[in-house]
């Protein structure tokens, strides 16, 4: 009964009334049935028939009105038989949420070239399309009048700019004047995409030019605010493109990038014309173009001009072995007289008197005699640093192979470990290279046979690799190579427990070369590489790549070997062996005649029948063996006949692809006659967009897609396979699909996962979204809102936006409301839908009004996300109405949204900024009362930092001073306060400034300070500490900061008089001492020159500081002074420096007070770092008579 019901249901639902009326045109083909339409137009067209009368022929289906409308409008219009009816049409069609009919009507040239108003256009279909189709018809427009009306596209422009955004108006853009489109980026502040660059440069190269040079550093000027941001990085692939037509602009962009690293890559071509063209940019500024050039195109005499200018400023950042990376394709003698003497020229002394700057690299370049000499003073300079004896066996490699190898010899001799006699092996090498002393070599060669032969395989294999990399092996002699021969025949003699289908193949092929090369027969190496071929991990047989004659001769050896091998040795690696030769041999065979290489023999497999025979067998064992698959699809290739033979009834049907497609159309009957194993396939690779696009074409052949349909229903409703929903919402037509799901879905909101069978159902039912997102055209919104009421929100997310992206502007906006109403989770959806698709004026009156009706914390971020983006995108009067109303009403409710500061200032302009801030100052100040103490003080620390230098210069002074009044002294026992970041506001933005901008600013400084220190000085606050005053920790550390700041040396004297002065009229010396003695010692530091001078000038200040607190307090005097001598001096001297010199002139002065001072700060110092730099001032204070000085002296010195 049940399996009746199922297919009286499959019965209901192929009623496919769309596909049946495409089947009953004529035509085999989507071709031919779009023919058979148009002639049947064209013939009612000839006999006067209008749209409507076309429209109503018996001829065409009703379900294909639409098309056969917009079919007939633009034949009408082609053949000029132009009306008012037609371009309705066209329009009709343009609004159809079809996909086929919306394409065939964006192909009506006539229509978008007849656009003159953009009111019109916009009202009649702009606002009624989808989202999608609006984007389309916005870059079909901008096609059309790229070139052509740059007027009208100016006049899109702004029409599309201020009803759906910039982003929606960027397409148009292309089609505008040069001078517009450079007001626009300017006005706009647009960063165009990279696509966008490459189309305006075709028609405005110099405009692109102006563009990228918008992103030079030097324009980042701090003092003034800049929020156009264009990023030189993200055009880095289209820098290059320059140096063709524009080759000065490309030089001058990438030098003013040059100390950031573009990583821009030119290919050989470009790189090549720009060698040629541009020999003066870079024989003039080689460290900035070098990168550009391919180094062997660099002649010996540019490098002569080139190099001198290639060493560092600094002979602290010369680093030998990169500078040798610019000389390595240039002769040794040449490299190395040219190092030798621009270091010599740029430096003023010889690189060889410099033990450090002499490496490897360089000494394995040197002249022998001198190489020999500094080996010897490396050897004997490592001995003195006691480094070990590894390193120091390294340098001795480079003294005479007659000194060195025997002493190796002698250590291998004693060595038990196989790895330590390895690396000995290998500096015997590399110590015959060094000397270029090949009978050396060849004695080492022969210890390493005689002596070593029963090695380890890992030894051996190790051994071929480092004599590979140290050594040209093809241009080592005759006997060098006999030994070698041996070496590897012996391991090939033990091939099982020698390792050796794992020996390196590039020195099997620098055998086989170096025999043909020297007339010796090349079939005993041929033999080990057949071997490690056919029993390694290689798939690729062809060797020798860049000789095609020796090449062609190794594969003919492989069929040859194969061939003749005994039957047991051969089954064991048949299997593999086959494809891979085979694959080889075509692969050679393709790479020559893609060069037509003429003197080269192809092969042709028709000569080796045995091969094919040897596969035939192969085939009847297993014909699904997974080598076979590459090898199908080369035989159908280069040997069909061999192919039908193989596999003579199969259908070659592999995957969907761009082939698939053209068969389809040039053979849909091959199709059909397999229709079974294409729907296989497509069942296979179900989630695949080549097989979505072959799916969809289906549509318009003959018998294939309903039989693709019925199967599609059965397999859905009989066999369970929700997989097959995918397909069938691809095929079908969007109605028709509409009504098949709808009794699928589910009826309850809330799934039991206690049954199984509701387990199952979820999972059937998480597949119908994603056939939704195949429906053309798409479902009706409703069904999506059904799964979005429960708990398949999650599953129908993608085809809840994929789907209001395709359905008209109209029914979107209602839905979405009515999704606004909704639970949360569903609410942020709707508001997200909105956003996407409606106009801004239309969305700024959505967004203010949903702001002040949800309540709910998650959906008003979601409000406010989407403010901000709209404000950000597009600062307008109405953008920032509603951001101003939105930020005026933030609540203690919206916490979560404040969780990470929001209020990002890079993208506010500079009209708007200063409002801006005053309105988040007062929602700071509205939180206050009702958030946590820790939570508002979090705020006030992001808000002051968001202001940077140039806001700063922006704000009105009385802003500024109203935050100063609030948060300068508010100060807490952390450090993590309102205070600590007003400070940096002040001293780093508000006083880096001079002229009379800085006395106005530190008059306006002075007076906050006398108000708070007079009002505030005595209070106490107890809950902080017991004997904590707020107003006196902040002060000392505003104090404290504004001595050690480092500032402009106009400005630093200023500063530190005018702070100096307002402390004085409010405090005396006893409120704050350390405060003072700062200021005292900043004075006087500002007054000199050098640490000599700030020490004759304190000697002098000291009498009167001890004067003014009594010498009871000297120690308080001389730990000021120890700070200020660690933090607020300059950075023209290090700090080590500047200690010596200072603590050494003030001992020098010869007065108590001085030198009593001096050895207070040395202990003080001692007590940090140890007094053992400063022995020879503690000396001179030793031989003081003075008691206190003589004890403290002495007791540093303990």
């Known amino acids: ?44 067209i000839a006999m006067g028939a209008n749209l409507e009368e076309i429209v109503k022929m018996e001829q065409f289906p009703r379900a294909l009105y639409g098309l056969i409308k917009v079919e007939a409008a633009k034949i009408l219009n082609r053949t000029g038989h132009t009306s008012q009816s037609n371009y309705e049409a066209i329009e009709e069609g343009l609004r159809s949420e079809n996909s086929e009919i919306f394409s065939r009507s964006l192909q009506a040239k006539e229509f978008f070239n007849n656009i003159t108003d953009f009111d019109y256009f916009s009202n009649n279909l702009l606002h009624h399309v989808s989202y999608n189709t609006r984007c389309k018809i916005i870059k079909k427009l901008a096609h059309r009048l790229a070139g052509r009306n740059p007027q009208l596209a100016e006049e899109f422009f702004d029409g599309i700019l201020s009803s759906y955004g910039v982003d929606r108006a960027m397409p148009i853009l292309v089609a505008c004047s040069k001078l517009f489109i450079k007001d626009v980026i300017s006005k706009q502040k647009l960063v165009l995409s990279i696509g966008m660059v490459n189309l305006l440069y075709k028609r405005y190269p110099d405009l692109i030019v102006w563009y990228l040079k918008l992103s030079n550093p030097a324009l980042n000027d701090p003092l003034e605010r800049r929020i156009h941001h264009v990023k ?92 040798l990376q610019y000389l390595r394709q240039y002769p040794k003698a040449f490299s190395v007289s040219l190092l030798l003497k621009s270091y010599e020229n740029v430096y003023g002394k010889s690189l060889l008197d410099e033990e450090k700057m002499v490496t490897a690299e360089l000494m394995k370049i040197l002249p022998a005699e001198e190489r020999v000499r500094q080996a010897k003073i490396k050897t004997r300079k490592h001995d003195e640093d006691s480094i070990g004896g590894n390193d120091k066996f390294m340098w001795t490699s480079f003294l005479p192979a007659n000194e060195v190898l025997p002493k190796i010899r002698e250590r291998i001799a004693k060595t038990s470990d196989m790895f330590e006699r390895k690396n000995l092996v290998s500096q015997m090498l590399f110590c015959c290279k060094v000397n270029e002393d090949d009978e050396s070599l060849l004695e080492v060669l022969k210890y390493v046979q005689d002596r070593h032969r029963n090695e380890m395989s890992s030894f051996h294999h190790a051994f071929l690799v480092k004599i590979q990399s140290i050594y040209d092996t093809l241009h080592l002699s005759l006997d060098h190579w006999s030994i070698l021969f041996e070496i590897i025949q012996r391991m090939y003699a033990k091939a099982k427990s020698s390792d050796f289908i794992n020996v390196p193949m590039d020195f099997l092929e620098t055998a086989v070369r170096f025999r043909l090369n020297n007339n010796l027969p090349p079939e005993p190496i041929l033999k080990m590489m057949f071997f490690v071929l056919s029993r390694g991990y290689q798939s690729y047989w062809n060797v020798l790549t860049d000789y095609p004659e020796y090449e062609r001769l190794c594969l003919l050896h492989f069929l040859r070997i194969a061939e003749q091998m005994e039957q047991e040795s051969w089954n064991a690696i048949k299997t593999k062996t086959i ?19 003429l003197k080269i023999e192809f092969f042709s497999m028709r000569d080796y029948p045995w091969i094919f025979n040897e596969l035939f067998e192969m085939l009847k064992e297993n014909r699904q063996d997974f080598r076979l698959n590459a090898l199908k699809t080369a035989l159908k290739k280069n040997e069909i006949d061999i192919y039908n033979h193989l596999w003579p009834s199969e259908p070659d049907i592999a995957t969907i692809d761009i082939n698939t497609m053209n068969q389809l159309k040039k053979d849909p009957k091959r199709i059909l006659s397999h229709w079974e194993t294409y729907y296989d396939l497509c069942r296979k690779l179900n989630y695949n967009g080549a097989v979505h696009r072959f799916v969809r074409s289906l549509r318009w052949y003959n018998t294939i897609p309903i039989k693709f349909a019925e199967r599609c229903v059965d397999g859905v409703l009989k066999g369970k396979n929700e997989n097959l929903l995918v397909m069938l919402g691809s095929l079908v037509h969007g109605e028709t699909f509409a009504k098949f799901i709808e009794p699928l879905l589910p009826t309850e909101k809330k799934i039991d996962m206690d049954e199984q069978s509701r387990q199952n159902s979820f999972s059937f039912l998480h597949k119908i979204p994603y056939g939704m997102e195949m429906a053309n055209p798409p479902v009706p919104l409703e069904l999506i809102g059904r799964l979005c009421e429960g708990d398949y929100l999650s599953s129908s997310l993608s085809a809840l936006n994929n789907s209001c992206r395709r359905t008209s502007v109209t029914k979107v906006i209602p839905f979405a409301k009515h999704l606004c109403c909704q639970r949360v989770t569903v609410a942020k959806h709707g508001i997200r839908l909105i956003a996407m698709v409606t106009s801004l004026e239309e969305l700024i009156e959505f967004l203010s009004i949903s702001w002040k009706q949800q309540e709910h914390h998650s959906v008003r971020k979601v409000v406010f996300d989407k403010a901000k983006h709209l404000f950000r995108r597009m600062p307008s009067p109405s953008t920032w109405g509603l951001m101003k109303m939105i930020i005026s009403t933030i609540s203690e409710k919206e916490e979560s949204l404040l969780l990470i500061w929001p209020f990002d200032l890079a993208d506010v302009p500079n009209d708007y900024i200063t409002e801006y801030l005053k309105i988040v100052l007062e929602m700071i100040d509205r939180l206050e009362g009702t958030s946590k103490e820790q939570t508002v ?3 006030i620390i992001s808000f002051l930092r968001s202001i940077d230098f140039a806001i700063c210069n922006i704000l009105p002074d009385e802003f500024l001073v109203e935050l100063f009044r609030r948060y300068l002294f508010n100060e807490t026992c952390n450090h993590a306060n309102p205070a600590y970041v007003a400070r940096a506001l002040l001293i780093n933005l508000y006083l880096e400034t001079t002229g009379d901008n800085l006395d106005r600013r530190l008059d306006t400084f002075s007076k906050i300070f006398v108000d708070a220190v007079k009002s505030k000085w005595n209070m106490l606050d107890s809950t902080e500490s017991p004997h904590y005053y707020p107003i006196r920790n902040a002060v000392r550390t505003l104090i404290t900061e504004i001595v050690y700041t480092k500032m402009k040396p106009e400005a630093r004297s200023l500063v530190i008089d005018r702070v100096m002065e307002t402390f004085l009229s409010v405090l005396t010396h006893e409120d704050d001492a350390q405060c003072y003695l700062l200021l005292i010692y900043a004075q006087e530091w500002n007054r000199v020159k050098t640490p000599k001078e700030f020490a004759t000038e304190i000697g002098k200040k000291l009498p ?31 700090s080590e420096y500047f200690f010596r010199e200072f603590v050494e002139t003030l001992s020098e002065l010869g007065t108590v007070e001085a030198s009593y001072t001096a050895a207070q700060v040395l202990f003080l110092f001692s007590k940090e770092s140890g007094a053992n730099c400063h022995l020879p001032v503690l000396r001179k204070l030793a031989k003081t008579e003075h008691p206190a000085i003589k004890s403290l002296v002495n007791h540093i010195q303990k």
Not at 10 to 37: F, N, R
Not at 279 to 291: C, E, M, Q, T, V
Not at 1111 to 1121: E, G, Q, R, T
């Open 579 to 597: 494809p891979n030769l085979i694959m080889s041999i075509y692969r050679f065979n393709e790479r020559h005649a893609k060069v037509n290489d």
């Open 1 to 44: 009964m049940e399996e009746e019901q199922v297919k009286e249901n499959s019965k209901i639902y192929l009623k496919t009334p769309y596909l049946d009326a495409i089947q009953s045109i004529p035509g085999e083909s989507a071709h031919d049935k779009y023919c058979w339409i148009a002639v049947e137009i064209k013939a009612r």
């Open 232 to 323: 030189i990085s993200e055009y880095k692939s289209f820098l290059p493109k320059l140096i063709r037509r524009n080759l000065s602009a490309f030089v001058e962009i990438y030098e003013m990038h040059s100390k950031n690293s573009l990583g821009v890559h030119l290919s050989r071509k470009q790189a090549n014309r720009f060698a040629w063209n541009a020999k003066k940019y870079y024989l003039d500024k080689p460290n900035i173009f070098y990168k550009l050039l391919i180094p062997e195109n660099i002649s010996e005499e540019d490098m002569k001009i080139m190099f001198p200018k290639m060493l560092p400023d600094k002979i602290e950042d010369f680093n030998t072995n990169r500078m």
């Open 937 to 939: 003080k979090s705020y």
């Open 1104 to 1134: 009167e500081l001890i004067e003014i607190y009594t010498p009871l307090f000297s120690y308080f005097i001389a730990d000021a002074l120890k700070d200020f001598l660690k933090h607020g001096h300059s950075d023209n001297f290090s």
